[in-house]
Each structure stands twice: as structure tokens, then as C-alpha cells.
């Protein structure tokens, strides 16, 4: 076995040790809180993010491992994990199955492997960069539509309810007017970038994301054959930063429809 099939390994054992965790709270229920007023948190989020950076750390104790809830490090790092334990906390809080385990392993700033779990559904995804995009071991790519009218576009509202939010249904008219088959919200940013690689979604795009709840969903998408940008076209890095995935075909008329004021910042 090489050496990036073992990292994967490590991080597939990491998703799965988290996932016990996370399907105890969803069946015995857990409190929530609010970390602002609608962004919540649960032990749920906090014990699983415990769990994958303990079981990384047994195989690899000198990775960097950046964590939504509270694990900081040097994304400059040679060696870097980048996991969000619960992404999709809204929906585990009021007990909708659409939720994940997102766990990216960089090399020296570039994405090499990404898995991002749905633990209810048992729907894992997962890339090796260059080796291509599978869910449930079976390879995906992106859909084939040329044209806006014939695909679903996903969209995800950071916690923001103020012009951001505005400019996000501005978009969302405005794709409409594009005759567009429909618009999805589903709440899972990683998963929303897996339901591009898979075809489900001509597109995704959402003003604010955090790095945790893409970098594991961007090799999905790259590797089914897909482009991830910023929504004004610009790579993607390890930043906060508004996220554009599409099928490579849509991915510039996208971005037209998509220009706000809001990308400046
Ligand atoms: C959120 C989800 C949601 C997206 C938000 C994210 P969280 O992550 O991915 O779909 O719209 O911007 O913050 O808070 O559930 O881990
Ligand atoms: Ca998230
Ligand atoms: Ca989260």
C-alpha cells in the first residue's frame, strides 16, 4: 500500500470513530447551544472533533490539524488536516439526516485526499487527488448539461441575515430568471460539493464559507471532474472565502450570475 492510501485510511478510520458519535447523539438526542444567535453547537460537534484529531494524531502526531471547533494551526503546514466534525449542525439540531463528517488532508498546500461522510445515510465520498472521485466505492463525475435551464443549482446562507443574505436571493432571482429546474438549499456545504460531483447540482455557490466546510468537498468536486473558484473566479485557497463549484460547463455563466458587491470583502 502506498503512502497516500494509508493517510486515507487514517482519515476514513478518523470519519468513522467520529460517526459512532454523532449517530449515540442524533438517536439519544443532545443539548444544543448557540455560539451566536442561529450558528449552534453541540457536544455532539465537540466529541467528534475530539475523536478524529485524537485517532489522526495516534498515526501521525507531528500533522497540523486545523478543526472547526477549536483545533488552530499553521495552514502553511507541510503536513495539514482540515476537518469540520459536524457540518450541517442546523440540520442535526432539528433532526433532519442531511449532515456530515468532512476530513481533507493537504501536502504542502495542495489538497491530496478528501472524505466527507454522511453518517445516517452511510453515503461516504471520497477523492485521492488523481485518482478520481468515488461515493460508496463507485466512481462519479459531474453531470453533462450545457445550459442553466437544464439543471438544479444548490445554495448555501452563511449565519449572516443582513445584506449578505440579500445578496444571496438576489442571485437566487436572478438564476431563476435563467429558468433554472429548481433551487436547493439543503444546509451541508460539503455535502452540497459532492451533489456537484455527482451530477445532482449543475452548481453550488454560497457568499461565506470557512475552510472546513470545503476543502475536503473541493478535491471531490476537482476529481469527478469538476471547477471550484471563489464566486468571483479567483482560486481557492485555505481562506474564508465565498465558493463557486459547478460541472466546468456552467461554471462561467455561473459566475456572472453570481457577481455581488459582497465578494469584495
Ligand atoms: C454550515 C453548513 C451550511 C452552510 C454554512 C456552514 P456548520 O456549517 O455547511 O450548509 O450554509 O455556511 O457554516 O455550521 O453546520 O458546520
Ligand atoms: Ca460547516
Ligand atoms: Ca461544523
Redesign the pocket.
Known sequence: MNEIQSIRDVGIKATHVAADIIRHYFTHGVTMRSKESY???SDA?VESEQAIVKTIRQSFPHHEILG?EGHHADISAEHLWVI?P???????AHHIPH?AISVAYYYQGIPQIGIVYNPIRDDLYQAIKGQGATHNGKPISVGKQTRLDEVLIGV????DRGSMMVATLEAIETLFGQNIHGIR????????LCQVASGMFGAYF?Y???P??YAAGRLVVEEAGGRITTCDGRDVGLQKCSILASNTTLHEPMRTLCQTPFLKI
Open positions: 450558528n449552534l453547537v460537534d472547526e469540520d459536524l457540518d450541517g449542525t442546523n440540520n442535526f449532515f448555501g446562507f452563511y449565519y438549499r439543503m444546509g451541508t456545504a460539503s455535502l452540497d454560497e461565506l464559507l470557512s472546513w466546510d
